[in-house]
């Protein structure tokens, strides 16, 4: 299964670094996921058909309000787990980069199972490069999407809050 998978993933990810991709998904895929989420009470991303994926439940920076976005992730060790704000590439960083900036503690669900984390923000070089082929690993050519933005990439540790209590 695991060989189909990687068949799969190396398939489709060019295609998600088209500009037709870049242009479409921002705006279809979140719609898409939401209706999922409710019509299967979180525990069905369209997303997780191919990576690991995650709903990332934070606080708005500005607005203080609930924000939930889906996101792949890449596992990184027992309770942790690294996102990448890739934005489809775009030349600005996602809302909710700013949003785990402003207030680190935050949340996340996988396949409908809510738990607690906090967010850490990878600046040091080595350690950027060494989540950035672990994400390559899952998702073949991913970092292409900080080449194209123009930016550098903020890439975030999640780890659970209660990791430390295990």
Known sequence: MASVLHV??????????TRAFRAVAPAALP?????LARLTRG??????????????HTVGARSGESR????????????RLVVAGTSFARDRH??????????PDAAVSVRGRRFDVRATPVTDGGDRDALWA???????GYRAYERESGRVVRLFVLERADAGDR
């Open 43 to 56: 525990r069905f991303q369209l997303s997780a058909v191919l990576v690991p994926s995650l709903v990332l």
């Open 31 to 35: 719609p898409v996921e939401r209706a």
């Open 8 to 17: 799969v993933r190396s398939v489709v990810a060019p295609i998600t670094r």
């Open 68 to 79: 939930d976005t889906y996101l792949m992730y890449t596992p990184v060790g027992r309770g």
């Open 94 to 103: 996602p809302a909710w980069t700013y949003n785990l900036l402003a207030h």
């Open 134 to 140: 672990r994400i390559e690993a899952q998702w073949p």
